[in-house]
């Protein structure tokens, strides 16, 4: 057995792990590849290279990342106190000096003398795990060779490389005087019934809990969508994203392209529904799925997109019944290489079928660079238990973020797919309705803090 622990990666979650095992006394093995190999979308010779936006998002404890962040601070997590400390202007979201950020991080890494940094890319990982605890931080683009090996120990139905998701909606936050329940062809009034019985096996269906929410809309509300469309603004993908993606996953703004009446007849058609308000059949139809055991976020069905998330809130907001909508998340369309961890891992992100390999980070189907602070320190802590003997996982209540995320990822889902830090994967208060948003927030906040201080 190795007298270390393993980590692979050196972005946000690998080098989190590895101040977190080095900071109790146990030696630690960094494998990163730059700056011999570069990944196609980092430049960067430091460590936790940020690549995308230098956001780590709101610091408010009613926003769920600002909660998480809290969170993290009270475990003392390394990359949370740089963040904080390399802070620039950005009003109440926690910005950073992107540069100044990674050198940052490089330098407490690279002076513990307990961490010993090896610039090559890893191809065997099952030949590490036999000697030793490893823990998996490779992130969304994880080299071909070693992607390649992950999906050969995982299967290779259960690894994905690029992630094409539709937005997420709190179900709080619908309109329900213009949204109604019903699967298709079941919802729409029968030729044999009154317009009474209609509506009163209506009112029956209401507050069962049912997978599919559907909004109306008439052709002037139609043509204004999409209008709205086919002329937003989308993200610039690399050029290396673009061919996988295409191909894999239509966006809806490029099937809105073909014409005025494709989302009519394709993720948008109206046929098998009868609008509650006029008993006719409307011009078109979104549809939302629910997307927890709780019913309480729904997945925009077709909805995969690449506008920019300002576009996303602003286009989308147009549907009718979501002009009020809070997305918990927004639609992705981008290269992630990410394991079907609702399947492999458990709570404490070990893999179940080898317990001396950890997955963290973004490969695990946690998606921002707080949640994936998040995800390596928690194969961290576990990861040490593992290395000392203990017998034990260390978990967190899943009435925290740094919990819920952990219980979402290990959680069965035949339609998984990464998710950031949100209230809708929280349990709802107990004995309590509240109906303003900030309020019920801030009192979910206050019990994650509580747990969190009598779990530690």
Known sequence: MNDYITVIGGGLAGCEAAYQIAKRNIKVKLYEM??????????????????????????????????????????????????????????QALAVDRD????????????????EIV?????????????????IATGPLTSDSLAKQISKMTGEDKLYFYDAAAPIISKDSIDFNIAFYGDRYSQEKKKDETEEEWRKRLKKQEGKEQSYINLPMNKEEYENFWNELVNAEVVTLHDFEKREIFEGCMPIEIMAKRGIDTLRFGPLKPVGFDDPRTVRRPYAVVQLRQDDKQASIYNMVGFQTNLKYGEQKRIFSMIPGLQNAEFV?????????YINSSKLLDETYCLKTNSNIYFAGQITGVEGYVESISSGLVAALNAIEAFENKGSKITFPETTVIGALAKYISTPNEKFQPMNANFGILPELEGKKIKDKKLRYQELANRSLKDLEERL
């Open 329 to 337: 998340k927004y639609g992705v369309m981008h290269r992630n290489t």
């Open 100 to 115: 100044i950020f990674s050198k940052k991080v490089t330098e407490a890494i690279e002076n513990n003398p307990l961490i």
């Open 119 to 135: 610039h090559e890319e890893v191809t065997d990982v099952s030949r590490m795990a036999k000697d030793g605890i490893v823990i």
């Open 34 to 91: 730059k700056p011999i190999k570069f990944s196609p979308a980092h430049s960067n010779k430091d460590l936790a290279e940020i690549v995308c936006s230098n956001s780590f998002k709101s610091n408010l404890l009613t926003n769920a990342c600002g909660l998480l962040k809290e969170e993290l601070r009270r475990l003392g997590s390394l990359l949370i106190k740089t963040a904080d400390e390399t802070s620039v202007a950005a009003g």
